[in-house]
């Protein structure tokens, strides 16, 4: 029996490892069997019972007797809540967020980054609305997404080499970039620029114009993206969006300075 690679979960113990089933609960959307996580468990059956018997004794998960199914907990909606009210940029966000949303009638997203990784904190739809990945609450990746390349063209090196680290560079489109020194070259870029594109990397049809918004000392807060489907807006026309993407940017960073967010 080969030994497991350690992660960042694994890496920490007992912690890291519940966390890493609450994640795995959690990703599912649903309630869900044991044996729908043991599917995608690294740990042995009788560790994964024990460390859901634990997150539900702790109320971080709630156990259907009757189904049999585990599902996120109340503990967990309190937290939740908690941290949306503490660590989150929408709360501070919402109302340059509505006001954006009025003046171009496109979807916008705000979005802070969590690992590499974007994190989708609060959405505005579209007069005329279309289907796409992104919903608030929702993880997607760094590499190929407006809001993610604005945010990492903007950390410092070391962070944004650790960043690159945990891209999968998965080829969504024919449009996504693949390789590390292909999202290098496109972060170089986009700091030179102060705007990020997205287009057609994460999604057949759908491109985005993205800014970082950014501390008084150049801390990586958090993006705004303008989404829309390229039938409607070509990356020309995306572009003279620009003046209003950078002016609600400013604005929410002015108005989150006094508040503390996790870099």
């Keep these: 029996m080969g030994v497991m690679e350690k992660t960042p979960e694994t ?47 702790q109320g971080l998960l709630s156990y259907d007797e009757e189904r049999q199914t585990y599902a996120p907990g109340m503990r967990l909606v309190r937290l939740a809540h908690a941290a949306w009210r503490q660590s989150s940029l929408a709360p501070v966000a919402r109302p340059f967020l509505d006001e954006l949303s009025a003046e171009v009638g496109e ?31 929702k993880v997607g990746p760094g590499y190929c997404t407006g809001v993610g390349k604005a945010m990492m063209a903007f950390l410092n090196d070391a962070a944004r080499e650790e960043a690159i680290k945990y891209q999968s560079f998965f080829r969504h489109t024919d449009q996504t970039l693949t390789t590390p020194d292909a999202l290098r070259a496109d972060l170089d870029n986009i700091r030179v620029e102060g705007v990020a594109f997205d287009r057609e990397e994460h999604e057949v049809g759908i491109n985005c114009i993205a800014a970082p918004i950014l501390s008084t000392s150049g801390r990586v807060i958090g993006a705004l993206s303008i989404t829309t489907p390229i039938q409607k807006y070509d990356l020309s026309d995306l572009e003279a969006l620009r003046p209003s993407l950078l002016d609600t940017a400013n604005k929410i960073a002015r108005a989150a300075e006094n508040w503390q967010f996790p870099s």
């Design 11 to 57: 890496a920490d113990g007992t912690v890291g490892k519940a966390l890493h089933v609450l994640d795995m609960v959690a990703e599912k959307m649903r309630p869900v069997r044991f044996n729908d996580v043991l599917a995608d468990s690294p740990y042995p059956k009788a560790t994964l019972y024990r460390l859901l018997q634990t997150l539900t004794n």
């Design 107 to 137: 979807t916008i997203h705000l979005a802070q980054l969590d690992r590499g990784q974007v994190l989708y904190v609060d959405k505005r739809n579209a007069a005329e609305p279309i289907e796409m990945f992104s919903q608030a609450g």
